[in-house]
């Protein structure tokens, strides 16, 4: 058996109304610094007024959010004691609400102390969360893992556990619409990544197969109209919807190499996430190859790629990645992410430990020994095809 774990989803046009029809008294909104300078708190808080509700503001999350920065904002919960948290951001803001969550509601309970085993958090009681995305990438608002970082230790820690999914996901394409295009295009390759491992990890499952696969048809048709236009809001909505449908998707089933390679690249070169796991995609792609040919198949016929005689769908696909990365002016190698080549050498034995210790590895379809992991990064450097 197995579980499926969704919050309520509201979407499209308009979804941001649906503030205007919650129950309370008082709200806490999470985000940052950015999106209050965009005008979107206004609009947050003009439909929590036609409800009733009173909101007050903490916007100090910063990106890769700290244990300490949650502390705060905890701190800040527990004198204000509301009803509802509302996080308004990417992915950053919703998980740092998520945590806040957990301690308002279970003082007994830190933030770092999050894991899959604990039962019964029994969280709603004291209050709803509600999360608002405004980039289409990490699918946070619909996804119960928790990144945050321990700048004490240095270290960042990668929380689950199925009780803290937002209680609603707001999808409202109008609150991604000032997203740059670099962001929208970093973040749109993270929501192709998820899906793609979601649907071919070793824990995929039927339920989260259906929504990976219209994801991954979503992201190939409308990201690169979305990276060129703005204000193209079709693009947008459907970027916006693909980006939670695979946060759904892959938080159900997992994440697998490109996402142990990404993080890793991260730790040690602060690439942004969706940059780096987008990059790696296409290698692990080529590196699992035919344990998953059956699946790298069904991807290619589902976007309506010909396999010719004689080349193998992960072949096709993995080029057609590197393309749509092109068009997005994403870097394919990380020559061309801008990594110096001997920064690179020195750090290779920190960026393997790395991706041997990440838990999305044990997941993937096929598990490089050290020995590959570091062909495999040296590949991915000068941009060459996996061919072992
Ligand atoms: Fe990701």
């Known amino acids: 058996m197995w579980y499926f774990v969704v919050p309520e989803v509201v979407f499209g046009q308009d979804a941001l109304s649906h503030l205007a029809e919650l129950k309370g008294k008082t709200a806490f909104i999470v985000t940052d610094k950015n999106i209050v300078n965009l005008g979107l708190i206004d609009k947050v808080k003009e439909q929590l007024a036609q409800a009733g509700i009173q909101a007050t503001i903490f916007d100090e999350v910063e990106p ?25 951001g990417g992915g950053s803001v919703m998980d740092a609400a998520k945590a806040m969550r ?41 996804t119960f893992v928790v990144v945050l970082t321990d700048t004490a230790d240095q270290r960042k820690l990668s929380l689950i556990n199925r009780e803290i999914v937002p209680d609603i996901a707001i999808v409202d394409p109008e609150m991604a619409r000032a997203m740059p295009p670099q962001i929208t ?17 070793a824990w995929k499952n039927d339920f989260a197969d259906g929504l990976c ?7 190939f048709r409308y990201l690169p109209r979305a990276v060129r236009n703005g204000d193209d809001m079709e693009a947008r909505e459907k970027m916006h919807n693909a980006a939670c449908m695979a946060g759904i998707g892959f938080v159900n089933a997992l994440t697998a190499m490109a996402h142990a390679a990404g993080h890793s690249l991260g730790a040690v070169f602060h ?15 080529e590196f699992i190859g035919e344990v998953r040919e059956e699946l790298w198949a069904e991807i290619a016929y589902a976007i309506k790629l010909e396999v010719p005689q004689g080349k193998t769908a992960a072949a096709i696909l993995a080029q057609t990645i590197r393309e749509l990365a092109r068009e997005i002016h994403q870097p394919v190698s990380l020559k061309e992410a801008g990594i110096p080549l001997d920064s690179f050498n020195k750090a290779m034995e920190r960026l393997i430990d790395n991706v041997m210790a990440d838990g999305s590895l044990i997941v993937s379809a096929r598990i490089p020994n050290v020995a590959e992991t570091e062909r495999f990064f040296n590949y991915t450097y000068e941009g060459k095809s996996i061919d072992f």
């Not at 959010?65 to 996080?87: C, E, F, H, M, R």
């Not at 749109?188 to 979601?198: F, K, N, Q, S, W």
């Not at 690439?271 to 792609?285: M, S």
């Open 185 to 201: 295009a970093d973040t749109g390759i993270d929501a192709l990544t998820h899906a793609i491992e979601g649907y071919t990890c």
């Open 271 to 285: 690439t942004p996430h969706g940059r780096a796991v987008g990059l790696f995609l296409p290698y692990t792609i």
């Open 64 to 88: 890769d959010p700290s244990l300490q920065t949650v502390q705060k904002g905890v701190a800040l919960v527990n004198q204000y004691g509301p009803d509802l948290i509302v996080a308004v």
């Open 213 to 219: 696969i219209r994801a991954i048809q979503l992201v």
């Open 102 to 142: 957990v301690e308002y509601e279970r003082p007994d309970i830190k933030a770092e102390e999050i894991n899959p085993f604990i039962s019964d958090l029994g969280l709603g009681a004291k209050c709803k969360l509600v999360c608002i995305a405004t980039t289409s990438g990490t699918g946070a608002e619909a």
